[in-house]
C-alpha cells in the first residue's frame, strides 16, 4: 500500500504560478500511474493530469499547454506545474495512485486506488 501527501499550494494571483508536489511513503512509485485530480464545492472530481506506468503524460483539454506532470524518482515525488493560473483553477488537488489501472480508465477518478488528503490551490482576480 503506497501513502501519498500533497503539498505546494496556496493562493496566487491570475496568471502566476505554483508547483504542487505528491510524496509517496510506505513504497515507492515504481510500478505504480500516478494522476491528479480536482475538485470543487458540489462537483465531481475532474482529471487534471496522469503519468501511465512512468512513461505517457496526459492533460485535461483545460490545463494542456500550462500544466506539467513530471515525476523525481530520487525523492519518489511527482510534481505538477502549474503556469499562467486562472480563477477557474481554483480547487482542491488531489494526487493519486494506482499500479494496475489501465489506460483508457485514468481520467475516471473511481478508478484509481490510492488518494492523498489534498491541497488548496486559489487563484485570485
Known amino acids: 500500500q503506497v501513502q501519498l501527501v500533497e503539498s505546494g499550494g496556496g493562493l496566487v494571483q491570475v496568471g502566476g504560478s505554483l508547483r504542487l508536489s505528491c510524496a509517496a511513503s510506505?513504497?515507492?512509485?515504481?510500478?505504480?500511474?500516478v494522476a491528479w485530480f480536482r475538485q470543487t464545492p458540489g462537483k465531481e472530481r475532474e482529471f487534471v493530469s496522469a503519468?501511465?506506468?512512468?512513461?505517457?503524460?496526459y492533460y485535461s483539454d483545460s490545463v494542456k499547454g500550462r500544466f506539467t506532470i513530471s515525476t523525481d524518482n530520487t525523492k519518489n515525488t511527482v510534481y505538477l506545474q502549474m503556469a499562467d493560473l486562472k480563477p477557474d483553477d481554483t480547487a482542491i488537488y488531489y494526487c493519486?495512485?494506482?499500479?494496475?489501472?489501465?489506460?483508457?480508465?485514468?481520467?475516471?477518478?473511481?478508478?484509481?486506488?490510492?488518494w492523498g488528503q489534498g491541497t488548496q490551490v486559489t487563484v485570485s482576480s
Open positions: 503519468i501511465f506506468r512512468n512513461a505517457h503524460k
Open positions: 493519486a495512485a494506482d499500479s494496475r489501472i489501465i489506460q483508457s480508465s485514468i481520467r475516471q477518478a473511481t478508478h484509481w486506488d490510492y
Open positions: 510506505g513504497r515507492t512509485f515504481r510500478g505504480y500511474s
